[in-house]
């Protein structure tokens, strides 16, 4: 998404994203999506693995969504996923400290994908926001149909 415009006060523009996973079995088959809104322009995503787990599908979203802004925004972005929220807000800079590990010294599951997030997020100003899933919210429940969608079907032999 290419941002243009009107921007925010800190000269970046401020762009809003919505992004879920899913899972088909978990690990099974899986997808991610992400619905992006900035100045009434609109622009959906998604994308899926053949073998994968939900947490990675939502990390993901996350991840392609971010990848997908050309220049450093300011980013509102919303996730039912606690995992996501609590991992980049609270657990990030702990397991960097240790080495990408746990406090029980455990190597932390799915460090690429958090490895990868963590770069993403260095690049935008990002504010992160939990929304309840499959409660309403427009963006949230487009969000999952996109995850869904993302989901690759198995090949036909």
Known sequence: MTAGGK???QGSP???IYTDGACSGNPGPGGWGA???YNGQRKEIC???FETTNNRMELQAAIQA???LKRRSTVALFTDSRYVIDGI???INRWKARGWRTAGKNPVKNVD???LLDAQTGE???TWHWVKGHDGDRENERADLLARRGIPEPADN
Do not use: K
Request: net charge neutral.
């Open 14 to 16: 401020r762009v809003l």
């Open 35 to 37: 619905v992006l809104l």
């Open 66 to 68: 971010l990848r997908t």
């Open 89 to 91: 807000t609270q657990w």
């Open 47 to 49: 994308g899926g693995e």
């Open 113 to 115: 994908l958090w490895q």
């Open 7 to 9: 921007s925010s006060g």
């Open 124 to 126: 935008h100003d990002v």
